[in-house]
């Protein structure tokens, strides 16, 4: 059972361009949400989380949004940069445990 | 500051043998957690430990174990192992142990291949 989905393994985006990223889940419980990037040959290096009582939050240029009546969360780039290709996964967590639970990830790349 | 450390970096393995992969904490950090990631997935959890008592363990065989040490460092063994244990081990911290507020951060990871 797939708690946490990202339907879209690739994202292709122009440079200065804006760079959406799709996450849906299933439990309820879920009090923590999480963004990750992972460059080859190295772990996932945390970006922003939001917790379940707000719906947007914003450090830089990334910015999370999160439905909590559609279990959806997203994640904004803008401007997007040839640096930000990576792999992303989206992570949820509940406040009483470390354990995350990931998404398979989304494949972003940034062209000039 | 020195980010989660693991070692060794790569290591390969017969089946049926037995490995014991390492990792150090972010100073500071009581919590680490172990995370499997195959291929094409996203990390799986593993374990948890925080203040060397196990807090939570993921959907593995009995051939996976774990302890913390007193220096908060932590050892991930694999018993008897099989070819779909190939696969990136991750270990990761955290100050507290629970709370997406307070995040984990990864080390890069043991690549372990089983042939």
């Known amino acids: 059972d797939q708690q946490v989905k990202q339907n879209s393994p690739s994202l292709s985006v122009q440079e200065g361009r804006i760079s959406i990223l799709n996450c849906d889940y299933t439990n309820s419980m879920f009090d923590y949400f999480l963004w990750y990037k992972k460059y080859p040959a190295e772990g996932p290096t945390f970006l922003i989380s939001i917790s379940s009582i707000k719906d947007k939050n914003e450090d830089g240029r990334f910015t999370v949004f999160l439905n909590k009546s559609a279990k959806h969360l997203s994640l904004h780039i803008v401007p997007s940069q040839p640096g930000d290709s990576a792999v992303y996964f989206c992570a949820a967590s509940s406040s009483s445990t470390d354990k995350l639970i990931f998404g398979t990830g989304t494949r972003l790349q940034v062209f000039p | 500051d020195a980010g989660v450390t693991q070692s060794p970096t790569h290591l390969i393995k017969t089946r049926g043998q037995h490995v014991t992969l390492r990792c150090s904490p972010i100073s500071g950090h009581k919590s680490v957690s172990w995370y499997q990631q195959v291929l094409g997935q996203g990390p799986q959890f593993i374990f948890q430990?925080?203040?060397?008592?196990?807090?939570g363990r993921g959907n593995f065989p009995d051939r996976f174990s774990a302890r913390q040490f007193p220096n908060y460092s932590s050892e991930l063994n694999v018993n008897a192992l099989l070819l779909g244990d190939s696969a990136l081990y991750l270990c990761a911290s955290s100050l507290q142990g629970w709370g997406g507020d307070q995040p984990q951060h990864f080390g890069d990871g043991t690549r372990l291949s089983i042939l």
């Open positions: 430990y925080y203040e060397k008592e196990e807090r």
